[in-house]
Nanobody, 124 residues
């Protein structure tokens, strides 16, 4: 079983940047497709970005396309989410998720393991 721990959240000003990290342990990281999701208060958890096992292919939600980039370093067992041009509506708890196998996935039920999340607040 994979354990996932997110880090890098915090308070960011509108227009600013932040990078989230998700460290995986207790599994063969390169065997898992990875994804980032977020959940704002009162709303459902929504897809942000996903990446294949090798990192060769990635996909982002329309709401973050051109601003957020997902990447991974299999040697470090870590997946990243680089967030630029942040907006107040990006405020949410951000979760990383792992799915055994390859491809990219945008639905929560497709993922096997989840981290506990990290808060990102975009505000002046």
């Amino acid at each position: 079983q994979v354990q996932l721990v997110e880090s890098g959240g915090g308070l960011v000003q509108p227009g600013g940047s932040s990078r989230l990290s998700c460290a995986a342990s207790r599994g063969i990281f390169s065997m898992y497709a990875m994804g980032w999701f977020r959940q704002a208060p009162g709303l459902e958890r929504e897809f942000v970005a996903a990446i294949t096992r090798s990192g060769g292919l990635s996909y982002s939600a329309d709401s973050v396309k051109g601003r957020f980039t997902i990447s991974r370093d299999n040697a470090k067992n870590t997946v990243y989410l680089q967030m630029n041009s942040l907006k107040p509506e990006d405020t949410a708890v951000y979760y990383c998720a792992a799915k055994y196998g390859d491809g990219w996935y945008r639905r929560t039920y497709e993922y096997d393991y989840w981290g506990r999340g990290t808060q990102v607040t975009v505000s002046v």
